[in-house]
């Protein structure tokens, strides 16, 4: 047996790769932990549930790369190694350490499906032929290395064709090619990235379908779930909406490709889980397989969820050497976990995009993914969990009509679900529809149900009255009581009242593997109203508010929240049991621990809705936690107070009065604090005239946006109205507020734990990067390295006066702007913030479980060390720029990244280097290419110039950097813009490859021109892989750190040798 | 149209009819499998029984053609879904499932709650129900006490019932299998037709030692009912077994060889009707997914020393397979042929056809 294991995390949430592996690492961990076997996790995502100090014996926050892992591996004396718990990134990391022999050398086993195998899968050419030893079929086509094979196998098979990148995952370097031309650009662009592609028959409108798949050591396989696209191949599984279990199957086609799947992975010799895609043709029973994932993934996570099979900590306890006919079912806790889950219910998930955020964006979807989180929705029917899971979503919409979507074209956005409603609406035909989409009839006639019956609901005509036959079949099809209100021109709790009145009530049904046929022993539950009777639900909702609480979770994953709410809700729940109290969970978000059944004592897995939480809240009682799951949550803070429910903590009043722009800027002013001058205007003439008044920059905020992104900095007259001409409505409905935009200001955050009124613990963050970079964006330094300490002790005094006024009794976060010794307050969040678990990590002091103790009512008191510590921890942020084609990366007031990581270091540039490797940043080591914008900038720049020239740099400019450069003596090469049209240009040398990185600091005020060329340079960037940076206080401390320490200086530590837990 | 079904113990659930307009009666038993409507409805080992699916949409992908089916018709008394789906969409399909219903004086109810109804029969064991069709004015006075008059599928010997009439021949390969037809599902004898034999499907109570057919081996079908109920099959088995000719049992036939061996059989308090029951092989320690469909099991207890178990289930320990230790007499209680449901134990029709 094993003593020691090593775990590889998968770093940072980014597309393609987010919270699902931390739900499978830290499920991996636990079942570890049973066996008493030490556990060493590397992963530098500070996050996560799986960095607490629970689950791991040693935790390393580093990079996940070979270099670092090799450290780890020859300082921990492992003696074994799990690739499968952390992504592509753990995946890529291990089969780079098998090649250079690191495992051999250090007599490390690898567990699971052996690496052999791995590589089979991963490499799509290795794939193919394997699969056809046993005569099974993958796309026909063939695969290159350059763009010129690629085209002769373009010739061959004929246009369109779909290339695939091998070694990726999210579908990165994909894409359909219709012609010659398309090809030779995509196939040069993807061969950049990876060394081999597959160039295919493009498989138009087949079906895409999937397994998970369970293999143990002794060859005993089954298939836990397969799982339905309802958008046909050629959009990304991560991208199209998915049904489990497949509805258009018939016994044939679901257990043809089951049988497939099963002789796929044994050929292959998977042991433990992996996840089978077929391409399935709805005219025939023709197949292709189109990959095998090695390794858990986004699709077992959700399969985990909708099924209620454990895959992660099954395949761990595989890889232990265990098999299936040896392990227990873990929710009947009787039958054996060799068995295929049967549901008596369907799940639907929907992927959550957030390209809005992004400036130019392309909105199609396709082959590659986009999106940044999902939510599965439970349901005893398609309409029902369809709406539902529109609605757990949180973009806005309640229902599938009504949301002013353009459906002029079917062609696949992410909005396409809507489009497809509005046209059925529209009397167009199933078929034409599914002629245009290739999304499955079936599917088109559910949605066409829903919406036929919303038209109904909608006809004043038939004089439709409220009866309890229509609210039935309304709730039946999943319509909100808010949806059923508008058309019935009744308010949402009128609905409410009526339903309770008539007994239309959902029922509470277990999910329990076997569709009833033993009973199960966990709690995890879901609403349907296709039911009589509830399994078990407490007789009486329970009136002692303090034995039991409801934490609302965070729902899905999107930018501005994801796992570090998850991490706080995780952490509450933890929390409330320790103390004694009953807790339930209530989330949507398949890739979360918050949803892991044995987490709480209760688990529903269901919308973050009002009405949802009342539904709940009627059957459960207790009190609620609104606290740690991000905004939404808090956004029903007063919904539910006004509704009299018990909300535990600082009362949902103050919440208000901070959530509320003008009664917190009465409030800060009532006690004297700064902030920058701002006002909400009902039409662009008035917002103008106060922009002058004000003076430029200025920061645009409009409640309503149609297109383009919400925030922004104009930093002139015409600029502003550009900005509010294209992207905006303002009207008295939807205000736009205006505040004067601080230029050359600090930026520092507060996060705290208020006991009644008073402070009970702090921890102040700054931002490397000035305020102008959203504060998710920004890279964090904890504790301050360059703040006055008067500035600090301003920003405490001013703190304790708040939490004094609001009476805060939990978790806050206050925003500082600091400039000359001032400081202005920006923002107060009455909730957990993202910086949560990064504050808690780093000061080993746990700011949830405090806050959770505080509002439980607990006189806590303590003395705690934030400030002065022997360290530093600093957080930086993971961008995804490269999937999302088009996007500009340069950082803005607008957040944009999707994830995070933090590291630790003895000062600020060792914590900054591992933190900035570890988002997968590539220091350069010889040349690097500036672009710097502005007089003012430029000077600046001219001693970190000095700096890399003196370091032996070789340094490429455009034209005004290099002259400024040449002029103050640093040897420079100049490099034409695009616009120059002159040769070698900014595009020659990047796509040469000559550059490591490139800085390129855009002007506040900028030209059309100039804007263009910096556009173009930063977007190749992204595209080639090119390490980037678009701040210049990044840039300085970038140099700086890199001039002042070496790799080897970068030293491998464990948390518990920075902190004492 | 509104139909009702009442169990014996009275418990009673509303619903929509969307099958045909008529009533019947039978006993009431839950399948969890999540496709294969169509193989199920036509499976004649749920002769006698009203079929509650648990999974909750059902038609999807409406009825294919007849040659698909595993019987000739349809077999159970009446279907209780959750929601039935009227709009299908498949290659394949023929009609709908409500049409194919109707067409075959099938009444099904839909709106039920049959995670509910399916909780109340793991807890109380199987029952007897009534299924009854209305109008909605019929509907509002409907008695709903404790079913009467209602049909025991193991009150009789039903075999008579989902056999064939003669003996029918399928194939001209050489080796001749016959098939002792309980209710047979086509796809045992597709599988067997698929290995290169010839299969001849005898009545229920046909003794073939008593004919001048000859063959090299038998296979005991699956079937409904109470397995003591086939006093002919298993007198007949019995001789069989006695001239050392190698038998293999699916289901039914599993059980009916168990008695003619002289063993015993007893009804499982809810039995085992889905398609991913865990058994594993005793001796080699290999488990497969299978599909089941029965209400009854063998006492392995009762069977003497020269026999082994071969198979158990995982998850409640039952008997899913015996075999002969000296002799080729083996049977399994699942159903290696599938449809609906897993091919894993297919592998087991090559087992016998060694012996063969
Ligand atoms: N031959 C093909 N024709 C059309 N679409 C395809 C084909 N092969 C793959 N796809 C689509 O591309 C997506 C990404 O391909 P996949 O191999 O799964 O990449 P990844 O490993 O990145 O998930 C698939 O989910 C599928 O929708
Ligand atoms: N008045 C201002 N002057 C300069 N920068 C500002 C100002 N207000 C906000 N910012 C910048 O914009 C970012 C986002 O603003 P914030 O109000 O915190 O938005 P959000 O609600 O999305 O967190 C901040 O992190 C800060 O960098
Ligand atoms: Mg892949
Ligand atoms: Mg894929």
């Known amino acids: 047996m094993f003593k020691k294991i090593l775990i590889l995390g998968s770093g940072a949430l980014k597309i393609g790769e987010a919270g699902e592996f931390d739900y499978s690492g830290s499920q991996a961990l636990k079942a570890l932990k049973e066996e008493g076997i030490k556990t060493v996790l590397v992963n530098p995502n500070i996050a996560t549930i799986q960095t607490s100090k629970e689950l791991a014996d040693k935790i390393y926050f580093l990079p996940v790369t070979p270099y670092f892992v090799t450290k780890v591996i020859e300082k921990e004396k492992v003696d074994a190694i799990f690739l499968s718990f952390g992504g592509q990134t753990a995946l890529n990391c291990g089969l780079a350490l098998e090649k250079s022999g690191v495992f051999k050398k250090n007599n490390i086993q690898v567990l699971g499906t052996p690496v052999k195998s791995i590589e089979i899968t991963e490499d799509r050419e290795l794939f193919a032929k394997s699969l056809s030893e046993i005569s099974i079929k993958v796309p026909k086509g063939g695969f290159a290395k350059t763009p010129n094979q690629a085209l002769e196998i373009g010739e061959k098979i004929g246009y369109p064709v779909l290339i695939r990148a091998g070694f990726s995952l999210g579908g990165l370097g994909s894409g359909v090619c219709g012609n010659k031309q398309e090809l030779s650009k995509m196939a040069t662009t993807a061969l950049k990235q990876t060394s081999q592609i597959a160039v295919e028959e493009y498989l138009k409108h087949w079906k895409e379908v999937e397994y998970e798949v369970v293999r143990d050591n002794t060859g005993n396989k089954i298939t836990v779930c397969n799982m339905e696209n309802f958008d046909p191949l050629g959009i990304h599984t991560g991208e199209s909406i998915v049904i489990a279990p497949s509805q258009t199957l018939n016994n044939f086609q679901y257990h043809m490709l089951r049988r497939l799947a099963l002789q796929v992975i044994e050929h292959l010799g998977i042991v433990g889980e992996c996840n089978i895609q077929f391409a399935l043709n709805p005219e025939n029973n023709d197949y292709r397989v189109i990959e095998v994932n090695a390794r858990l993934s986004r699709s077992s996570a959700l399969a985990s969820k909708a099924t209620g099979y454990p895959l992660a900590y099954i395949a761990a306890k595989i890889g232990l050497g265990k098999n299936l006919p040896d392990l227990k079912n873990r929710v009947t806790l009787k039958t054996s976990a060799f068995f295929e889950p049967a549901l008596d219910y369907l799940v639907v998930k929907i992927p959550r995009w957030d390209l809005q955020k992004f400036v130019g964006a392309e909105e199609t979807i396709g082959s590659e993914m986009k999106s940044v989180g999902e939510v599965m929705a439970i349901g005893r029917s398609f309409p029902e969990g369809l709406q539902k899971a529109v609605r757990m979503l949180d973009i806005g919409q309640d229902g599938l009509l009504g949301n002013h979507v353009d459906d002029t074209k079917l062609t696949p956005t992410s909005e396409r679900l809507f489009a497809v409603a509005q046209r059925l609406s529209k009397d167009e035909s199933v078929e034409s529809i599914y002629h245009e989409t290739g999304i499955d009839p079936w599917f088109l006639y559910q949605i066409k149900e829903i919406v036929e019956f919303e038209k109904v609901l909608d006809s004043s005509a038939f004089g439709l009255r409220m009866t309890s036959e229509v609210i039935l079949k309304a709730k039946k099809l999943g319509f909100s009581d808010k949806v059923i209100g508008k058309y019935l021109d009744k308010t949402e709790e009128e609905i409410r009242k009526y339903r309770k009145k008539n007994g239309i009530i959902p029922k509470v049904k277990h999910i329990d593997t076997l569709a009833g046929e033993f009973p199960a022993k966990t709690n995890y539950l879901y609403l349907t109203y296709h039911g009589e009777e509830s399994d078990s639900s407490p007789a009486k909702p329970d009136q002692n508010y303090s034995s039991k609480a409801i934490v609302l979770g965070s729902g899905p994953y999107r930018i501005g929240s994801s796992v570090e709410f998850d991490w706080c809700s995780v952490t509450a729940a933890q929390t409330l049991r320790q103390k004694g109290l009953e807790a339930v969970v209530i989330n949507c978000n398949p890739e979360t621990v918050s949803t892991d059944y044995d987490l709480a004592d209760k688990l529903y897995f269901e919308e973050l809705t009002f009405e949802r939480v009342s539904d709940i809240y009627d059957i459960e009682g207790g009190s609620l936690v609104l606290s740690f799951g991000g905004q939404i949550p808090n956004n029903l803070a007063m919904d539910c107070f006004r509704a009299g429910y018990k909300i535990l903590g600082t009362s949902p009043e103050s919440i208000d009065r901070a959530e509320d722009r003008n009664k917190f800027s009465a409030l800060l002013d009532k006690l004297g604090i700064g902030q920058p001058p701002w006002q909400s205007f009902k039409n662009s003439e008035s917002a103008i005239k106060f922009a002058k008044k004000i003076g430029y920059p200025v920061l645009v905020r409009p409640s309503y946006v149609l297109s383009g992104s919400a925030m922004n900095v104009a930093y002139s007259p015409s600029a502003l109205k550009k900005y509010l001409r294209k992207a905006t409505e303002v009207s008295a409905e939807y205000p736009l507020v205006l505040s004067k935009f601080v230029e050359g200001a600090k930026e520092i955050e507060i996060d705290g734990v208020g006991k009644k009124g008073e402070l009970l613990i702090y921890a102040i963050s700054e931002h490397v990067e000035n305020a102008g970079v959203h504060s998710g964006d920004a890279t964090i330094v904890l504790p301050p390295q360059r703040l006055f300490l008067e500035t600090v002790r301003r920003i405490k005094t001013t703190t304790k006066k708040i939490v004094y006024e609001l009476n805060i009794n939990g978790p806050f976060n206050i925003q500082f702007l600091a400039k000359n010794n001032q400081i202005m307050v920006i923002e107060l969040n009455l909730r957990a913030s993202r910086s949560f678990p990064f504050v808690s990590k780093v000061t080993g002091n746990n700011f949830v479980e405090l806050a959770t103790r505080v509002m439980l009512g607990e006189d806590v008191n303590g003395d705690y060390k934030t400030i002065d510590l022997d360290y530093v921890g600093v957080k930086a942020p993971q961008f995804s720029f490269n999937r999302i084609k088009g996007a500009d990366p340069r950082l803005r007031v607008e957040m944009s990244s999707t994830g995070e990581v933090a590291c630790f270091g003895d000062d600020l540039y060792e914590a900054y280097l591992k933190s900035l490797m570890s988002s997968g940043f590539k220091l350069p080591k010889e040349s690097v290419f500036l672009s710097i914008g502005g007089q003012k900038n430029k000077l600046e720049m001219l001693f970190y110039a000095e700096k890399l020239a003196s370091l032996g740099f070789k340094i490429y400019a455009t034209e005004n950097t290099h002259k400024f450069l040449m002029e103050s003596g640093i040897k420079t090469i100049r490099i034409y813009k695009i616009s120059e049209k002159k040769h070698p240009s900014v595009l020659d040398l990047l796509r040469d490859g000559d550059v490591e990185m490139a800085i390129n600091i855009s002007d506040g005020i900028i030209s059309q021109k100039g804007e263009t060329d910096g556009y173009i340079i930063r977007r190749n960037c992204v595209d080639l892989g090119i390490p980037l940076i678009t701040n210049l206080e990044a840039a300085e401390t970038l140099i700086l750190a890199f001039s002042s320490k070496k790799m080897e200086d970068l030293q491998i530590k464990a948390w518990d040798e920075y902190v004492i837990n | ?356």
């Open chain 2, 1 to 356: 149209m509104q139909g009702k079904l009442v169990l014996s113990d009275g418990t009673y659930f509303l619903g929509e009819s969307f099958g045909s307009p008529n009533s019947t009666s039978g006993e009431v038993v839950f399948n969890t499998g999540m496709v294969g409507y169509p193989e199920s409805l036509t499976d004649p080992s749920y002769f006698g029984q009203i079929l509650v699916l648990t999974y909750p949409l059902v038609g999807n992908y409406g009825v294919p053609n007849k040659k698909f089916w595993e019987s000739e018709k349809i077999q159970v008394k009446g279907l209780i879904v959750q929601n039935y789906i009227d709009s299908p969409s498949h290659f394949e399909l023929e009609r709908s499932l409500g049409e194919w219903l109707k067409d075959e004086g099938i009444p099904a109810l839909c709106g039920i709650d049959t995670r509910a109804l399916t909780i109340k029969l793991r807890e109380h064991g199987v029952m007897l129900g009534k299924l009854e069709t209305g109008s909605l004015r019929e509907a509002r006075n409907w008695k709903l006490e404790a079913g009467k008059d209602i049909y025991d599928p193991n009150s009789e010997n039903v075999l008579p019932y989902v056999s064939v009439d003669r003996v029918e021949t399928y194939g001209s390969c050489k080796k001749n299998i016959l098939l002792i037809d309980c209710g047979a599902k086509e796809n045992i004898i597709r599988s067997l037709m698929k290995r290169k034999v010839r299969v001849t499907r005898a009545p229920w109570d046909f003794d073939p030692l008593e004919s001048d057919i000859r063959f090299d081996g038998v296979l005991i079908s699956n079937g409904p009912g109470d397995p003591k109920q086939a006093k002919k099959t298993i007198a007949n088995v019995k001789k069989i077994l006695n001239r050392r000719i190698p038998t293999f049992g699916i289901c039914l036939g599993s059980q009916i060889l168990a008695l003619a061996a002289g063993g015993d059989t007893y009804k499982l308090k809810f039995g085992h009707r889905g398609q991913n029951q865990p058994v594993i092989d005793q001796t080699t320690r290999k488990a497969i997914q299978t599909a089941q469909n029965h209400g009854f099991a063998v006492d392995m207890k009762s069977l003497g020393s020269q026999w082994e178990e071969w198979f158990i289930n995982l998850n409640d320990g039952t008997n899913e397979g015996i075999r002969h230790k000296s002799k080729p007499f083996l049977a399994v209680q699942f159903h290696p042929e599938a449809n609906p449901g897993p091919f894993d134990g297919g592998f087991l029709f090559d087992e016998f056809l060694k012996y063969v």
